[in-house]
T-cell receptor, first 114, second 117 residues
Framework: DAGVIQSPRHEVTEMGQEVTLRCKPI?????LFWYRQTMMRGLELLIY????????DSGMPEDRFSAKMPNASFSTLKIQPSEPRDSAVYFC????????????FGQGTRLTVV | AQKITQTQPGMFVQEKEAVTLDCTYD???????LFWYKQPSSGEMIFLIY??????QNATEGRYSLNFQKARKSANLVISASQLGDSAMYFC??????????????FGKGTMLLVSP
């Protein structure tokens, strides 16, 4: 397996634009996590899915953020409208099942909103 | 309350010396897992070591060992014989299930380790 794949790797957009980040988890993994990393807040858990179902989105900062997982091999994180304070690195990670197993991370998407 | 606390924003160590990175955690679960990840300047998250809450022995992986003290709820990472390539950000993380029956993964704020020649 190629690992967790995120796209794009870098995104620069203007304030007010819609941004969509994409993630392909490792095949067979039941859990998918979205994190945001900033210098000030570290790695924040935004939302996670189990078997494509959103379980906890309490970490999503505002209604401008939304995430979907239409099938087991694809998830999106959308920001609409984007703001400069959304600039961060967004990571997607997947894990195989509920057991205490490590999470496999994608390379991250570095988002810059100007 | 924070689930994972890493009290050292930054640590310095000389090459070939050992260093301990601190991590304390907070959970009411009986079954949980503790992890350490390394994030070099290139940005990727690299899994280093795992300790299960029921494991009686401290986990070891090469130069990495995890000093697990369950009663104190601490899971410190020990890196022996530091190398220049160990310079990176290190994150402690916890996997717990809780009452929901679903498993979450929470990270600390990280410790920046710098290894000097």
């Amino acid at each position: 397996d190629a690992g967790v794949i995120q796209s794009p790797r870098h995104e620069v957009t203007e304030m007010g634009q819609e941004v969509t980040l994409r993630c392909k988890p490792i095949s067979g993994h039941d859990y998918l996590f979205w994190y945001r990393q900033t210098m000030m807040r570290g790695l924040e858990l935004l939302i996670y899915f189990n078997n494509n179902v959103p379980i906890d989105d309490s970490g999503m900062p505002e209604d401008r953020f939304s995430a979907k997982m239409p099938n087991a091999s694809f998830s999106t994180l959308k920001i609409q409208p984007s703001e400069p304070r959304d600039s961060a690195v967004y990571f997607c990670a997947s894990t195989p099942g509920r057991g205490n197993t490590e999470a496999f991370f994608g390379q991250g998407t570095r988002l810059t909103v100007v | 309350a924070q689930k994972i606390t890493q009290t050292q924003p930054g640590m310095f160590v000389q090459e070939k010396e050992a260093v301990t990175l601190d991590c304390t955690y907070d959970t009411s679960d009986q079954s949980y897992g503790l992890f350490w990840y390394k994030q070099p300047s290139s940005g990727e998250m690299i899994f280093l070591i795992y300790q299960g809450s029921y494991d009686e022995q401290n986990a070891t992986e090469g130069r990495y060992s995890l000093n697990f003290q369950k009663a104190r709820k601490s899971a410190n990472l020990v890196i022996s014989a530091s190398q220049l390539g160990d310079s990176a950000m290190y994150f402690c993380a916890m996997r717990e299930t809780g009452n929901s029956g679903y498993s979450t993964l929470t990270f600390g704020k990280g410790t920046m380790l710098l290894v000097s020649p």
